[in-house]
């Protein structure tokens, strides 16, 4: 079982930045596909961004595109998302994901492993 606990969320006001941090259990952390999915209220789950393993290759959502990056460190088991040019639009709890899978992808149904999640509040 993987632990992910995220940490960084909170009150930002327009156009300010924030980077939420994912620390993992996992004793393989370099053998997982890390994800970063976001939940607005009365809306369903989506995607953010994904940072494959063995590489430095990514995807993010097209909403966020050119403003969030998505990083890890492996020394640390710790995954970041970086978060420039917040908009009120990005308001949601953020949530942390990981999986063995090589189809990571956008797919929730992807990832095995879950954090609680930390929420991030952009004020216009």
């Known amino acids: 079982q993987v632990q992910l606990v995220e940490s960084g969320g909170g009150l930002v006001q327009a156009g300010g930045s924030l980077r939420l941090s994912c620390a993992t259990s996992a004793r393989t952390f370099t053998g997982y596909n890390m994800g970063w999915f976001r939940q607005a209220p009365g809306k369903e789950r989506e995607f953010v961004a994904v940072?494959?393993?063995?590489?430095?290759?990514?995807l993010y959502a097209d909403s966020v595109k050119d403003r969030f990056t998505i990083s890890r460190d492996n020394a640390k088991n710790t995954v970041y998302l970086q978060m420039n040019s917040l908009k009120p639009e990005d308001t949601a709890v953020y949530y942390c994901?990981?999986?063995?899978?090589?189809?990571?992808?956008?797919?929730?149904?992807?990832?095995?492993?879950w954090g609680q999640g930390t929420q991030v509040t952009v004020s216009s």
């Open positions: 994901a990981a999986t063995w899978r090589s189809s990571a992808g956008r797919l929730r149904a992807n990832y095995d492993y």
């Open positions: 940072h494959y393993r063995g590489s430095d290759n990514t």
